[in-house]
C-alpha cells in the first residue's frame, strides 16, 4: 500500500464529492465549502456535472462531482487532482480514479456497489474487493444502509431516506477534518428551515455519519487545516454569475440609477439572468427578450432612456449582437454586454471553457467600432470587474465587454463583502448647465465622452442613431473628413480610458529572463505555478496579468520590456499573443495554449514554464 | 429618476414637435402627411414633451425621427420594436412610438413584431405599407402582392404575401388599424386612439410610393374609387360603404359577404373592436378587392394584459415585500462567516 499522502501537517487538501446526479453532490460540497469558509480557509471549488438534464442513472455519464481545494493559504484554483474522493457509486469511482493522487482516500458507499451498478460503470469485479485499489487508502462507508438505520424511526418512506445518505457522507468528511457540526447543522436549519422534518432527516445522517467516523477509527489522525491569513471582513461563497449579477446591483445603487437588464437564455450566462430576475426585489427591470438581438437592442433602448442597462450571453449570442453593439459605438451609449465564454466556435462545446472569444470582442464588429474589453480573473472578483464594467460604462458613456467564462461561472471562492469606502462612486455625466449650451455630441475636454442626457430630461431632446454625426451637434452629415475625424475621437475616446486603469503589478522577478502573461479565468492556476515556483527557487520569473485588455494598462510596454523572452499561456488558440504581437511588436513572444474546453492544470503551466527557462 | 410631469408644461403645439432637420422623402411622397399627422397627434396628448419617444429602424419611413422633435432613436434595420420595448420597460413614463415599414417590420424585424404583438407592452407602432423596399430602390417586400415586377422579381412576385393585420392580430395585437395615407382626418384620430390603448397599438398605413410602387393602393385610396372600395368601421356601427352609403356586409355560412339594400342598413353586421374573440376581427383585416371593400377605421382594440405595467407592478409588490433595503442587505443574506 502507498504512503497515505494525508498528514495532520498538511497545508491544503482537494476533496472531490462526487455520486449520481441525483445524489445532491452539489449540495454536499456547497455545505462542506461554508464548512471550511467557516474554519478560516481559503477556497476555490468547481461543480463538473452532466450536460443533460436527466442522465441515465448510474451510468459514468450520468456522474455528477464537486470538486474543492481547501487551505491553510491562499487558493486560487480547485487544484490539479484530489487527495480525498468521496465515491458515492461505482461510475463515480470509474469516472474519477484517474485523478485521485496516489496514496490518496476512497470513501465509497459500499452498499451502492451492487452488481446492478458495477455493470453500469463497466467493472467486471468489484473494485473494492478485487485488489485494484492498492495504491489507495480505501474507507467501506456503508452509507445508504445506515442512513436508513439512522431516520427509521422519522417514519420517511424508503426514498426519502435513502436520498439523505450524502449527507452521512458530508458527515464522514467533517470527521475526517476535526470540523464542528453545529455551524454546518445552522445551514440546514437556514436552507431547509420550512421544512422541519427534512432538516431533522439531515442532521441524523450527518451525526450518523459523523459517529461513523468516530467509532470505526477509520482515520489514523484528525487533520486541521489551518486558518489562511485573509484580510479581515465578513465572507461568503460566491460563483461568477452571482458575481456579477451582484456587481451590477451594486453598480445601480452607487450610481442612483435603476437596472435594466435584457437578455436571451444561453448556457453559460443564464445563472446571470436568473439571478436578476429574482432581484426584483431590489428593482430589477430584467427582460427576457425573443432573441439575442432583441436582448441587445432592448438594452440600447434602456439605455437610451436613462438606466444603467446590461446584456448577458456567450459567444454564440455575442455574435448575434454584433450590429447592434456597433449602434452603441457611434450612438455612444453607456452599456454593459457580459460573454460568458464557452468554447467554441458555433455550439462547439457548450458546458466547457474556453476563452476564445478575445478576438471577437476586440474586433467582431464592421467599421472602425473600438470598444472597451475587460475581463474577471475569479469567481469573486467577477463582482468588481462587473462594478467596474458599469462604472466605466457610465462614465465614459460607451459600451463595455466584460469578459468571463464557463470556469469562473460555475466556480465559487469566497468573496469579502464589499465595505464602505471599497468601491469607487459612479459619477453621471451629465451635462449641467442650461440646455441651450448643450449640443448632443459635445465632449467632455479631458475624456472626450459625450453627457448621457436622457428622456425625462427637459429640454434635452435629441435624436441618436446609427448614422454618421457631426461633430458637436450631432446632426447627420457625410462630409468626408468629419467621418474620419469622428472615427478617430471614437478610438482616442477609448484609448484615454488608460488613464484611470491600474497599472500592472508584477509577481516574481520584476526583469529578467521569462515573463508568464495571462489574462481572465487563468489567473489561479498560473498565479499559484509561478509562486510555486517562486518558492522553490526559481528568480527568474515575473508573472503579470491581464484584466483591462483595450485599453491595456499605461505600463504594458514598460513591463514588457524588462525581460528577455514572454510566454502567454491562455485557453485558445493564440489570440492575446498576437494582440500584444500587435501592440507591441520587437519582443520575443511564446506562447502555450490549451484548447481542451478545460482550465489549465497549474502542473501544466509549471512544466511550461521549466521547459521554457531550460531552452 | 425619471418621473412624468404631467399639465406642468405649456400647452404644445405641433410647432413644437417640428424639428429643425430638413425632411427629405420624395415630393409627392406618402410619409409628409403621416409626419404632418403625428406632429398634429402629438401636440394633443397629455404628457411632457420630454417624455415622447420616437424610436424607428432602416428604410424611408424611419427617417420620420429626424424630424420630429422628441427624444429619438433611428436604429437599425428591423429592431426598432425592441429598442422600443427595452426603452418602454426602462421609463413606464414615456410616450413611445415607433415608426417602421412593411420591409423593416415584417422581414427583417418580424421576430420582433409578432413578440411585441404578444406581449403587449404600451408601445405604439405605425407601419408605413408601401409594399416594397423603397430605400435600398425596389426589392420585393413581404407585402408585395403577388404578380408585381420588382428588382428581385423581374417576372413578377410570385411569393404570398403578409397581410399586416392578419399576422398582428394572429399574434395577439389587442389594437390594428389601418388607415390610407391620404386620409389626414382618418388618421390623427387612430393615432390619438392608439395613444389612448393602453398596450400595442399597431397602426397599417397604406403608404404611396411615388417612385417604385406609384399608385399601387390608388383602387382602394383614389377619389374615384374609394367610397366603394373601402369600408370604414366605427365601433358600434353597422358596417356600410359606397358611394351610396347602399352596401353593407353580412354573413353568410362562415363567410362575409357584401350586399346592397335600399332602406336602413337592412341586417348589416355591427362592428365590434371590442369583441374579444379575433375571428371577426381577422375575417374583416382579410378582406381585399374585388370580392369585399379593404376595411379602414379601428378594427380591434381590446383589453389586456400590458407587459409595461404588469412588470413595474411586480417590482413594486416584491420590494414591498423584501427585507432587503439595499445591496448590502442582499449581500448578507444566507450563509456568511467573519474573520477577525
Not at chain 1, 477509527?217 to 487545516?225: K, L, N, P, T, Y
Request: charged share 20%; hydrophobic share 35%; proline share 5%.
Amino acid at each position: 500500500m502507498t504512503e497515505n499522502i494525508l498528514t495532520p501537517e498538511m497545508r491544503k487538501v482537494v476533496v472531490r464529492f462526487s455520486g449520481d446526479s441525483g445524489d445532491g453532490m452539489q449540495l454536499t460540497g456547497d455545505m462542506f465549502s461554508q464548512s471550511s469558509g467557516i474554519a478560516g480557509n481559503d477556497l476555490t471549488t468547481i461543480p463538473d456535472f452532466p450536460a443533460e438534464i436527466r442522465a441515465p442513472q448510474g451510468t459514468i455519464g450520468g456522474v455528477s462531482s464537486f470538486q474543492i481545494q481547501i487551505g491553510g493559504t491562499e487558493i486560487y484554483t480547485p487544484g490539479d487532482s484530489v487527495d480525498v474522493l468521496v465515491a458515492m457509486n461505482p461510475a463515480a469511482l470509474a469516472a474519477n480514479l484517474p485523478i485521485l493522487k496516489p496514496g490518496g482516500t476512497i470513501i465509497a458507499d459500499v452498499d451502492a456497489f451492487t452488481s446492478k451498478n458495477l455493470k453500469k460503470a463497466d467493472y467486471d469485479s468489484n473494485p473494492l474487493e478485487d485488489g485494484s485499489l492498492d495504491e489507495f487508502h480505501v474507507i467501506l462507508a456503508p452509507a445508504t444502509s445506515l442512513t436508513k438505520e439512522a431516520l427509521k424511526h422519522l417514519g420517511l418512506d424508503m426514498q426519502a431516506m435513502t436520498r439523505s445518505k450524502n449527507m452521512f457522507a458530508l458527515g464522514v468528511v467533517l470527521y475526517m477534518f476535526s470540523r464542528p457540526l453545529e455551524n454546518t447543522i445552522r445551514f440546514i436549519e437556514n436552507k431547509f428551515g420550512h421544512k422541519p422534518l427534512l432538516v431533522e432527516a439531515n442532521k441524523h445522517a450527518i451525526e450518523a455519519g459523523y459517529n461513523f467516523a468516530e467509532s470505526t477509527e477509520v482515520f489514523g489522525r484528525a487533520i486541521v487545516i489551518p486558518p489562511a491569513r485573509l484580510p479581515k471582513g465578513t465572507y461568503r461563497n460566491i460563483d461568477g454569475n452571482t458575481a456579477i449579477a451582484w456587481g451590477l446591483l451594486a453598480a445601480a445603487e452607487n450610481s442612483g440609477k435603476k437596472l435594466s437588464l435584457s437578455s436571451y437564455p444561453i448556457t453559460p450566462a443564464s445563472e446571470i439572468l436568473h439571478e436578476l430576475s429574482a432581484r426584483k426585489d431590489m428593482g430589477a427591470i430584467v427582460f427576457q427578450a425573443e432573441d439575442e438581438i432583441a436582448a441587445v437592442c432592448a438594452a440600447i433602448g434602456a439605455a437610451f432612456s436613462g438606466n444603467l442597462s446590461a446584456t448577458t450571453t456567450s459567444g454564440p449570442g455575442a455574435s448575434l449582437k454584433s450590429e447592434a453593439i456597433g449602434l452603441a459605438v457611434i450612438a455612444e451609449l453607456p452599456l454593459v454586454i457580459v460573454n460568458v465564454q464557452r468554447a467554441g466556435p458555433s455550439t462547439g462545446l457548450p458546458t466547457k471553457t474556453e476563452q476564445s472569444d478575445l478576438n471577437q470582442a476586440l474586433y467582431g464588429r464592421h467599421g472602425d467600432a473600438p470598444i472597451v474589453v475587460m475581463a474577471a480573473s475569479s469567481p469573486d472578483d467577477c463582482f468588481y470587474y462587473s462594478y467596474e464594467a458599469a462604472r466605466i460604462a457610465i462614465e465614459h458613456v460607451t459600451p463595455v465587454i466584460l469578459l468571463s467564462d464557463t470556469y469562473l461561472a460555475s466556480g465559487t471562492s469566497p468573496w469579502r463583502l464589499p465595505e464602505n469606502g471599497d468601491l469607487e462612486d459612479i459619477k453621471i455625466p451629465k451635462f449641467e448647465e442650461d440646455s441651450e449650451e448643450w449640443e448632443p455630441f459635445m465632449r467632455d475636454p479631458e475624456y472626450l465622452n459625450r453627457y448621457w442626457m436622457s428622456p425625462g430630461d427637459k429640454g434635452f431632446e435629441h435624436r441618436n442613431g446609427g448614422l454618421e454625426k457631426k461633430e458637436n451637434t450631432g446632426n447627420l452629415t457625410y462630409e468626408p473628413l468629419n467621418h474620419e475625424k469622428m472615427t478617430k475621437i471614437r478610438a482616442e475616446k477609448i484609448e484615454r480610458i488608460a488613464k484611470r486603469l491600474p497599472g500592472l503589478k508584477v509577481t516574481g522577478s520584476q526583469s529578467g529572463k521569462l515573463l508568464v502573461v495571462g489574462w481572465g479565468s487563468t489567473f489561479g492556476s498560473i498565479n499559484t505555478a509561478v509562486t510555486e515556483l517562486i518558492e522553490e527557487g526559481e528568480e527568474q520569473v515575473g508573472f503579470v496579468h491581464f484584466n483591462y485588455i483595450n485599453p491595456l494598462p499605461e505600463n504594458t510596454g514598460e513591463v514588457l520590456e524588462k525581460f528577455d523572452k514572454i510566454l502567454v499561456c491562455e485557453l485558445n488558440n493564440g489570440q492575446f499573443v498576437n494582440y500584444l504581437r500587435t501592440k507591441f511588436p520587437g519582443y520575443q513572444y511564446l506562447q502555450f495554449n490549451k484548447i481542451q474546453g478545460q482550465p489549465f492544470f497549474t502542473s501544466e503551466i509549471k512544466a511550461e514554464i521549466i521547459n521554457t527557462l531550460s531552452k | 429618476m425619471q418621473t412624468a410631469v404631467e399639465n406642468t408644461s405649456p400647452e404644445l403645439t405641433k410647432k413644437d414637435f417640428v424639428s429643425d432637420q430638413a425632411v427629405r422623402w420624395c415630393p409627392g411622397c406618402g410619409d409628409y402627411m403621416i409626419l404632418a399627422m403625428m406632429q398634429k397627434a402629438f401636440a394633443q396628448m397629455d404628457n411632457a414633451k420630454e417624455n415622447f419617444l420616437s424610436v424607428s429602424g432602416i428604410g424611408c419611413s424611419s427617417r420620420i425621427t429626424y424630424y420630429l422633435d422628441t427624444y429619438g432613436v433611428h436604429s437599425i434595420h428591423g429592431r426598432a420594436i425592441a429598442v422600443a420595448t427595452g426603452a418602454k420597460l426602462a421609463n413606464p413614463d414615456l410616450n413611445v412610438w415607433v415608426f417602421t415599414g412593411d420591409g423593416d417590420c415584417m422581414a427583417i424585424g418580424g421576430n420582433h413584431f409578432i413578440h411585441a404583438c404578444r406581449r403587449n407592452a404600451d408601445l405604439n407602432i405605425i407601419i408605413f405599407n408601401n409594399k416594397i423596399y423603397g430605400m435600398t430602390k425596389g426589392q420585393s417586400s413581404p407585402t408585395t402582392p403577388e404578380g408585381l415586377k420588382t428588382k428581385t422579381a423581374p417576372e413578377g412576385s410570385h411569393e404570398n404575401p403578409f397581410n399586416i393585420g392578419e399576422v398582428a392580430i394572429g399574434a395577439g395585437a389587442t389594437f390594428f388599424a389601418r388607415v390610407p395615407d391620404n386620409n389626414p382626418k382618418l388618421l390623427e384620430d387612430i393615432m390619438m386612439q392608439a395613444y389612448q390603448h393602453k398596450g400595442t397599438s399597431v397602426i397599417e398605413v397604406l403608404q404611396n410610393c411615388v417612385i417604385f410602387t406609384d399608385g399601387i393602393h390608388e383602387q382602394i385610396t383614389g377619389r374615384e374609387t374609394k367610397d366603394d372600395n373601402q369600408v370604414l368601421l366605427q365601433h358600434g356601427k353597422p358596417m356600410i360603404f359606397g358611394k351610396e352609403q347602399n352596401i353593407g356586409l353580412k354573413l353568410n355560412g362562415m363567410r362575409l359577404e357584401k350586399f346592397t339594400f335600399d332602406n336602413g342598413t337592412d341586417g348589416s353586421l355591427i362592428h365590434d373592436e371590442e369583441e374579444k374573440d379575433p375571428a371577426m376581427h381577422l375575417a374583416l383585416t382579410r378582406m381585399q378587392l374585388p370580392e369585399h371593400p379593404v376595411a379602414m377605421g379601428v378594427i380591434r382594440k381590446v383589453d389586456a394584459q400590458n407587459y409595461s405595467e404588469n412588470i413595474h407592478r411586480v417590482i413594486e409588490a416584491e420590494k414591498k415585500k423584501s427585507s432587503f433595503k439595499n445591496v448590502k442587505d442582499l449581500f448578507k443574506s444566507g450563509n456568511t462567516w467573519e474573520i477577525t
